[in-house]
């Protein structure tokens, strides 16, 4: 279940929140022009990314929380990548 799209914290932006049961699921959607293995998140916003997923982690500590990447590319295919932030 869709909680908020484009959920706003002081440290940025997550494009989705969902929750389900006893997990909140973090979701960042990043399209690439080229291959999907490029790195598609840049340095300083994946910081920012990890801050708020600590943020949501601490919040509501007595959920499961978990970041995820979602990679699209232009032929349309979606790579889900589960441990990419390493939380």
Known sequence: ?????RWNS?????????KRAQTILL???KYV???WWVDPVAKGQKKRLLKIFHEMV??????EVLLW???V???GSIQV???????
Do not use: A, K, N
């Not at 279940?1 to 799209?5: D, E, F, P, T």
């Not at 002081?10 to 929140?17: A, F």
């Not at 601490?58 to 959920?63: D, L, S, T």
């Open 10 to 18: 002081p440290w940025g932006e997550v494009d989705g929140v969902y």
């Open 81 to 87: 990548l589960t441990d990419y932030f390493g939380e």
């Open 69 to 71: 990447l979602m990679v």
């Open 58 to 63: 601490e919040r509501f500590h007595q959920y």
């Open 1 to 5: 279940q869709m909680v908020q799209r």
């Open 33 to 35: 022009q080229g291959s």
């Open 27 to 29: 979701i960042e959607v």
């Open 73 to 75: 590319t232009p032929d």
